[in-house]
């Protein structure tokens, strides 16, 4: 009988870091296969099979990697493969990353990120800088223009705002109560974003799926709740609070918490315990960190969200923090405590000051981004229904729809050019609209003619495209043509004189692959419900090609008369001027889709 | 525990079932015993002459430093020799070798003693020349703790046992709950404390019932605590019994604990005038053919109890052999050390390969640490021999507990690193403060 030695304890528990691992990529694969299936239902199977292969694609990069960095140091290339979880890593790279990046610009990135992010430090365990988000930085940062476009095209183009992050960059990072519910429309609203029907990162689509993954791993003990848990209640409240000084809602903080990697970074990426404190004090210190710089990044900088880089920041103190804990837990209990409270009411007074100083809300027109190249003649001054009255020697007396409500300005011309240009009423949102009518603002208008290309004042597009559309107009009436833009009245009795007001349909394009077809996503109130339509337009000619109707919400029996397919074929052909009868007995369904198809059409017609 | 401390404790498996309803067996009774001339790190002086003969309960040696403790003969035969070996501890100690008559002779070490009329001097002399000692481990004599009690609020009997496989306490208990009510009410009175309580594992049920029905009338109270480990560590005890913690001594949170199995003793000796000779002892294990707990001489040879409880599982040719539990047991490379009072189990385990991996700083360790230390920043500032920080993180706090081992996701021995950082730290100090000397 042999009597070895081991130094005591010889009891472990069962759990070991494998297993970790291993329910650590369920949850990796649970996302990425959601992902997958919803961008399939909405931008076809191409694009769900390009996120599945991207994933492939990048675990072979790492583990091949990872397998010629172990051959060349000579070790056990089995073991230590399956001891690095390289594949980890690469999932979550996958994730994070976009769904048009560039095959090419990922394998680098996987490359870069095993061995400049984690073999380098000596491996598993070792890395300073979370490898995943080590890699999407260097994507972001030197592969932004290497995409594949026909994605591009399908995916994020379809959208109005662009990325629920963007969308908020344009508006500021501040959306007041008001323009909430038009705001979180894009996105299909809440219920969208938490299923995913909406474009971001791969990973960053299913909420649902990613709160799952969380519970699930919360309960395992995979990852710690002190972060977790801490950074998204720090990350709320701080958003919550700033939001309500600028007169926004909650509805505010809650998007900032979905929308964006928030909860895709702390799931997976904040809880990974190589790179962050070990102690709880030094985690919690972490978390709030963490949240403070996700808000600043987001508020401040020009980077689509503050997570990533809010995660390699904090990277960068984790050794620092842990030294904050330093001593006997039971011994130096208050001391610690004491610390925690103290860094972290510094962190978060840094933080709401700078989110009330330092923001301001931007009412953006959706549609315009960067600088404008069109020449003053030839921009679509369609929705300010701008008038112009001649008053003798140059002087018009001119009024335009801003944001709000009718601007007028009194703009004087001499030679095809202006000359004057004052603003004799002003009825946009003070404090920003009012940007576009300062004064250094209105002198560029000086010597302007039609040919002039101007910028819309950034941060007040409405009242400075109400302001451009005058002088617009202006010149035009000096030149001899006509001024009026307000659309001619519809004829009586048609779709375009209807008034659906009750119904308040909402349309956005869906997509626009096929041009000049769009396909509209639209809602409208019906009689109990709210229904739902997809609204297929031909562009050039303001014609509706078909309507379908993909969510039915009134009255089984009798509103679905209205949407029989025999209805709805009587749809086709329809355009503004034309007469649509209501389907009879099921009057309020019809309604809601006449209401549907007008939308569509108005916007098509860029009312 | 607040927001940003851990548990400081984790539930084990406990591993009880294999020799908790077992009975106890009590036929072993060597030729040879060796009794250890050692207590603490102290030597024992023997009383007696090579070639003496000697009957159960002589008195052989005593400790007679700054503390006092006798040891009495475990069998009856004669003193044969002084040899030096290995101990259950792994020191170099001299131990008494008694040749066993089989014949079980005895003598009464001390008079009859009414412990509830007795003067509370008389009871700590008692206590004193009968040689109770903490047998839950420590070894330490016993009536030291009772030399000054002040302002003791509660006195606890700690009958935890949160040691994995071990049941001897569970198993001394249920032979002999009078002589516990009887060492229990006698350590109460010499504690002058305010209240008394028995303190057990919440999931002992029968035993809770017993120990009630047994207390009721007296001024002690049953306290179950929760199945966490290491709840049988004073200092988590009193904190889960009083929520206070200490310095140095539980005295300062007002508590005196003492072990049951030394109550037990203390009973046997008030009633049958009996000194400590035998030990309840746990033998299981995976590699042991029938565990099982034994009552043993003081003194037998680890050997003869794995031999007596039928030897090894066939086909298991490496084992650990662990002179305790597996949590703070040590395990021995030989089977010829023999048991000291305060063993109380031998563990024996197959010997199997760990799969490690690296430290992946899960923090595991620093939330179960019962002394609230950061054991893997231990382990990282040791393997860069920063004496500073090692200081900072209250390095020689350490009670080996082997927690952080035990929850280590990543199988490192990281309470053995911890050790080597206290050995480091030990060193360090030591050559200081030769310097000084100098
Ligand atoms: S062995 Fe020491 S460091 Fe490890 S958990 Fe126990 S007391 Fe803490
Ligand atoms: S439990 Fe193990 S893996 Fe986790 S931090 Fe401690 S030493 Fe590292």
């Not at chain 2, 037998?300 to 040719?317: F, L, P, R, V």
Request: contains cysteine; glycine residues 8%.
């Amino acid at each position: 009988m042999k009597f070895s030695y081991r130094p005591s304890p010889n009891f472990r528990s069962k759990r070991h870091t494998s297993r970790i691992m291993m329910d650590l990529t369920v949850c990796l694969l649970a996302v990425l296969l959601c992902s997958a299936v919803s961008y399939s239902i909405i931008y076809g199977p191409a694009i769900g099979i390009r996120a599945i292969l991207m994933a492939a694609v990048s675990v072979i990069t790492a583990e091949a990697t990872e397998a010629v960095y172990f051959k060349i140091r000579k070790m056990d290339i089995k073991k230590e493969l399956e001891h690095s979880y390289g594949w980890v890593t690469a999932l979550i790279l996958t994730l994070i990353t976009r769904i048009d990046v560039s095959y090419y610009a990922l394998i680098v990135a996987t490359i870069l990120c095993i061995i400049v992010g984690k073999l380098v430090f000596g491996g598993f365990g070792q890395n300073i800088f979370n490898p995943a988000a080590f890699g999407e930085a260097i994507i972001m940062n030197n592969f932004a223009a290497s995409k594949a476009a026909d994605v591009t095209a399908k995916v994020y183009d379809t959208l109005s705002g662009g990325t629920p992050m963007a969308a908020m960059n344009s508006y500021g990072w501040i959306i007041e109560k008001a323009n909430f519910p038009d705001f979180i429309q894009q996105f299909g609203g809440f219920s969208n974003m938490a299923m995913g029907g909406y474009p971001s990162v791969i990973g960053g689509s299913c909420a649902i799926v990613i709160l799952l993954c969380g519970a699930f791993l919360l309960w395992r003990k995979d990852i710690n709740y002190h972060l977790s848990c801490t950074y998204l209640v720090v990350l709320f409240v701080m958003s919550l609070i700033v939001g309500l000084y600028h007169g926004a809602g909650v509805e505010y903080a809650l998007f900032h918490v979905l929308g964006g990697g928030v909860l895709f970074g702390t799931v997976f990426m904040m809880t990974d315990p190589v790179t962050t404190p070990i102690s709880i004090p030094g985690r919690v210190i972490f978390a709030v960190g963490c949240a403070a710089l996700t808000m600043i990044l987001r508020w401040r900088s020009n980077l689509p969200d503050g997570v990533l880089f809010s995660i390699l920041l904090m990277n960068m103190l984790t050794p620092a923090i842990d030294r904050l804990s330093d001593g006997n837990q039971i011994k130096n209990r208050k001391l610690i405590r004491n610390k925690v409270l103290g860094v972290s009411a510094v962190i978060m007074l840094i933080t709401l000051l700078v989110g009330f100083f330092g923001i301001e809300a931007k009412h953006p027109v959706v549609s315009a981004s960067g600088a404008n190249t069109t020449a003053l003649k030839d921009e679509d001054f369609a929705a300010n229904a701008v008038e112009c009255t001649a008053q003798g020697n140059g002087v018009y007396l001119c009024k335009a729809k801003g944001f709000e409500g009718v601007n007028e300005a009194t703009i004087t011309v001499k030679d095809g050019k202006i000359v004057g240009f004052e603003v004799t009423a002003f009825h946009d949102t003070p404090g920003v609209g009012d940007m576009a009518t300062a004064e250094a603002e209105l002198t560029r208008y000086n010597g302007v003619s039609l040919d002039s290309i101007i910028d819309a004042t950034s941060g007040a597009s409405f009242t400075s495209s109400s302001l451009r559309a005058m002088a617009a107009a202006a010149l035009k009436a000096d030149a001899g043509e006509p001024v009026s833009t307000a659309p001619a009245a519809a004829p009586e009795g048609s779709l375009g004189a209807e008034d659906f007001s009750a119904n308040e349909p909402y349309c956005t394009v869906w997509t626009n692959t096929n041009k000049p077809e769009y396909v509209y996503k639209c809602t409208a109130k019906g009689f109990e419900g709210v229904n739902k339509a997809l609204v297929t337009v031909n562009k050039d000619e303001g014609k509706v090609i078909a309507i379908e109707v993909t969510e039915f919400n009134d009255t089984k029996g009798v509103g679905d008369a209205a949407v029989a397919e025999a209805e709805l074929a009587r749809y086709a052909g329809l355009t503004l001027d034309a007469k649509i009868d209501a389907t009879s007995g099921a009057s309020m369904t019809s309604a809601s889709l006449r209401a549907m198809a007008a939308a569509a059409l108005n916007a098509a017609a860029g009312n | 525990m607040s927001f940003l401390t851990g548990p400081m404790n984790h539930h084990l498996e406990g591993h009880k079932e294999i020799t908790k309803h077992a009975d106890v067996l009590k036929t072993i009774d060597p030729d040879v015993v060796w009794i250890p001339l050692v207590n603490g790190n102290a030597p024992c002086k023997p009383l007696v002459e090579i070639g003496d003969e000697v009957k159960v309960g002589t008195k052989i040696a005593e400790r007679n430093d700054h503390f006092y403790l006798p040891l009495f003969s475990p069998v009856s035969g004669t003193v044969t020799g002084i040899e030096k070996f290995m101990t259950s501890g792994m020191a170099q100690a001299d131990h008494l070798r008694i040749q066993n008559d089989h014949k079980h002779t005895e003598v009464r070490a001390f008079p009859a003693f009414d412990a509830e009329k007795a003067s509370w001097e008389e009871l700590l002399e008692f206590v004193k020349n009968a040689g109770m000692l903490g047998l839950g481990g420590a070894g330490f004599p016993t009536y030291v703790k009772y030399l000054k009690p002040e302002n003791v609020e509660l006195f606890i009997v700690n009958a935890v046992e949160c040691e994995p496989y071990l049941t001897a306490d569970y198993k001394n208990i249920e032979e002999n709950i009078d002589l516990l009510k009887t060492g229990t009410l006698a350590l109460y009175k010499l504690s002058k404390a305010k209240k008394g309580c028995v303190a057990i594992k919440e999931d002992k049920k029968e035993q809770i019932k017993a120990l009630k029905e047994t207390f009721a009338g007296t001024p002690i109270e049953i306290r179950t605590v929760p199945d966490l480990y290491p709840m049988g560590w004073e200092r988590t005890l009193v904190f889960q019994l009083t929520g206070r913690r200490y310095d140095k001594l539980p005295i300062e949170a007002g508590c005196i604990l003492n072990n049951a199995s030394t109550a037990i003793a203390l009973g046997n000796a008030i009633d049958n005038g009996h000194p400590i000779t035998h030990k309840y002892l746990t033998v299981s294990g995976e590699a042991i053919r029938n565990p099982q707990n034994v009552y043993v001489p003081v003194g037998t040879k680890a050997h003869e109890i794995i031999d007596a409880c039928g030897g090894y599982i066939d086909g298991i040719e490496d084992v650990l052999l662990i002179a305790g539990g597996p949590m703070m047991g040590r395990t021995i490379p030989n089977d010829q050390f023999v048991i000291a009072p305060q063993n109380n189990g031998l563990t024996v385990l197959p010997t199997e390969d760990k799969d490690e991996v690296k430290c992946l700083r899960c923090g595991r360790c620093t939330e179960t640490c019962p002394s609230g230390l950061q054991p893997v920043r231990i382990q990282m500032s040791a393997a860069i021999f920063d004496e500073a920080e090692l200081n900072k993180l209250y390095v020689m706090d350490c009670i080996e507990c082997g927690m952080c081992t035990y929850v280590c996701p990543s199988k490192i021995d990281v309470t053995e690193n911890v050790r080597r950082a206290k050995n480091f730290i030990r060193a360090r100090m030591a050559s200081r403060a030769k310097e000084a000397k100098k």
